[in-house]
Every structure is written in structure tokens, then in C-alpha cells.
């Protein structure tokens, strides 16, 4: 049997970019997927190609900023598959503006898709996976933005950094059900071809010289780790924050100091 075989996990964000790959991927390994998403067009061709590959797929219209479409989508869920194991929260937005320029529209858009989502997500998927008995998952997309602050992403790096808070108020309450709670914060990925936004080359150089792996990631690396977490080898991991980044968040890699040290008389002539 694949390794999720007989699993059933709701994917966030899934029409495109990394909840894509996330989303195939359990598809692959035997679970039962729900696209959920509000590009219909994208995401209803997702869910199709997966089904004309023999995976199980279902796509849902889900606003995850609506806590009624939250609902619906996780009853859908339940009546198309019977159960959920796995939650995996990775729609987002991006509004990239210094904070004296946005509007209250913009700040409002991103705190609400990410944060909302994963509070009204978390709270609807946890309350089923309680009334089932049998334990679970439940995965926030982060962001190196969550742990290390950037310019022009005052409401992004918020919201990431309250998803770990979430995860871990959440891996306190949920524990005692055996439903754990974790956060994996993706580096810079090569979205390119699966994803309508685009990241500048001039903005990857930039990001990729402060990496110490030297290079951008590859969705499917996102994916391992998402995997892993969800999978029974991570079932004593919870509250914890796993960052896929090349060793950005290690620190400054630029910050090579010019600082000599000074010897007053400890070290033998």
C-alpha cells in the first residue's frame, strides 16, 4: 500500500505553486486529495488531471477568508472521502509595499487569507479529527518572512510569524486527541510554469546570495518536508517549525565582519 493509502488530505492554495505539488504529491503517494482554492478554472484542472491518472482528487471553490466556505469544504470533504487526516494550509498572497504605502485593503488582504485562514481552517479540520478519535495532521505553510523580517512584507512576515504561534497554541490542545500541529516555511521557490506569480530574476539573485546552499528551491523539496510531517515517521513532532531554506534563516550569510582579535597577552608568544 502506497504511504497514505486510505488517507485524506485538504490542500489550501492547490490550484497552483507549491500547494500544487504538495497537493499531487499526496495524491501519489495514496491519499484522497481536496483542491481547495478559488481559481476555479486552475484548479478544476488540477483535480481533472489528477483523476485521469487513477488518483482521487476533489476540487472545492473554498474563500478560506469565509468561515461558511471553510465549513462546507471540509463537509464536502467528508461526504466525498467519509474522513480527513491531513490538513495543509498553503494559500497565500503577497501585497510587496513598504507599510507607510499600504492600503488597508492590502494589509487586511493578506492577514485574512493567512492568518484567518489557518485559524478558521485549523479550527474546523481540528474539531473533525477530534470527533473522529484518530488522531491527525495539521500543517501551516510558513515563510522564511515568519523568522526573518524583509522589507516590504510588514503583513506577510506577520502573519507567518502568528502561524507559528497558531501551530503551537495548537499542538498544546490538540496533543491529547494525537493530532499534531506543525509549521514548514518554505525559502525562495522556482514557482515558474505552475504558478501565475512571478518572481523577478533580479529579486532570486538577490535572495539566492544570502543562502548558503547557493540556489533557489525546487517545489517537490517543499513537498518532501510536508510529506514527512504528515507521515506516521513525524508522529511524536509537533509545535515545531521546520524551515526548507537552504540555511537562510541560519543567519546572515553577507555579514562576514572585518573583526581581528585582539591579543592582550592570553595567547603564548
Partial sequence: MAEFGGKVAIVTGAASGISRVIATRFAEAGAGVVIADIDDDWGAKVAEELADRG???????????????????????????????????????GVHKHIVDLSDDERDLQIDVQLRGAFLLSRAVGRQLIAQGEGGRIILIGSTAGNNARPKSGPHAASKAAEIQLARVLALELGSHGITANVVSPGLT???????????????????????????AVPDEIADAVLFIASDRARFITGQLLCVDGGYSAGKLSIDGPHQAVDFGQLPE
Fill in 55 to 93: 488518483l482521487a482528487a476533489l476540487y472545492r471553490h473554498t474563500d478560506v477568508r469565509e468561515s461558511a466556505q471553510v465549513d462546507a469544504t471540509v463537509a464536502a470533504a467528508i461526504e466525498h472521502f467519509g474522513h480527513i487526516d491531513i490538513l495543509v494550509h498553503g494559500a497565500g498572497v
Fill in 190 to 216: 522556482d514557482i515558474s510554469d505552475i504558478s501565475k506569480t512571478v518572481q523577478s530574476r533580479e529579486y532570486q539573485q538577490v535572495f539566492v546570495q544570502q543562502v548558503p546552499l547557493g540556489r533557489l
